[in-house]
């Protein structure tokens, strides 16, 4: 993960995170895990994870880890994030075949999206499934106490071996149920929204940020 905190401007307060968040977690989401019963979570248990992710997600490089694990196309993100309707979308695409446009440029062209708003959007698209991203589905199932690091580690290596999705191996060879695997998903799907709402609302503040997150994050690798 991205330190930022050298910088005296990094930290601020991620209000919609933390409300998002709060939605998501106490609203009982969290998949069952080993002493947690089925159905619905532990409301104690939900009101600790989620104050442990929001207390490492008031900083924009970290909110930038995290939103690096959604997928799809540009225009799923923004409908994925409600900055635009399914209606604009679908007028976006259209308008696209016909001028050949990215459909980026063509959506700042309109005014439906900022530049800095498709800075972040890029930013997010080029470094997708990093490796360290918190909300990788074996980190959050990890981090909900489905599975434990070391079983997370085996699992990762036959993954590799096997060229599965790592929930095929979890269920295949770890004990993990099909519907722990389906819950781990639909939370990273929320949490990973979550990231993407915040970074796009703070687009302006964000972006320079983001983008120092990802040259840090080019100059490691």
Not at 26 to 38: F, H, K, L, M, Y
Not at 80 to 106: P, V, Y
């Amino acid at each position: 993960m991205i330190d930022h905190n050298n910088s005296p401007d990094s930290r601020f307060p991620c209000t919609e995170l933390r409300h998002l968040l709060h939605d998501v977690i106490v609203n009982n989401e969290i998949p069952p895990g080993p002493g947690r019963d089925a159905g619905k979570g532990n409301v104690a248990d939900a009101s600790a994870f989620e104050q442990a992710l929001t207390e490492s997600w008031t900083d924009v490089g970290a909110v930038f880890d995290a939103a690096v694990e959604t997928s799809g196309p540009l225009g799923e993100l923004l409908l994925q994030a409600n900055r635009i309707t399914r209606a604009q979308r679908d007028f976006s695409l259209n308008e696209q075949k016909k001028t050949g446009e990215r459909l980026g440029e063509l959506l700042v062209r309109l005014g439906w999206l900022s530049h800095a708003e498709l800075n972040v959007l890029l930013a997010i698209q080029q470094h997708r499934g990093r490796a360290d991203s918190p909300l990788r589905l074996g980190n959050i199932l990890a981090a909900i106490g489905v599975i434990s690091h070391q079983t997370l580690a085996d699992a990762l290596i036959q993954q590799q071996v096997t060229r599965k999705q790592l929930g095929e191996v979890l269920v295949e060879l770890y004990n993990v149920s099909p519907s722990q695997v389906t819950n781990g998903l639909r939370l990273q799907q929320k949490l990973t929204t979550a990231a993407l709402t915040t970074l796009l609302s703070l687009a302006g503040t964000a972006a320079p940020m983001v983008a120092s997150a990802a040259d840090r994050t080019n100059s490691v690798q």
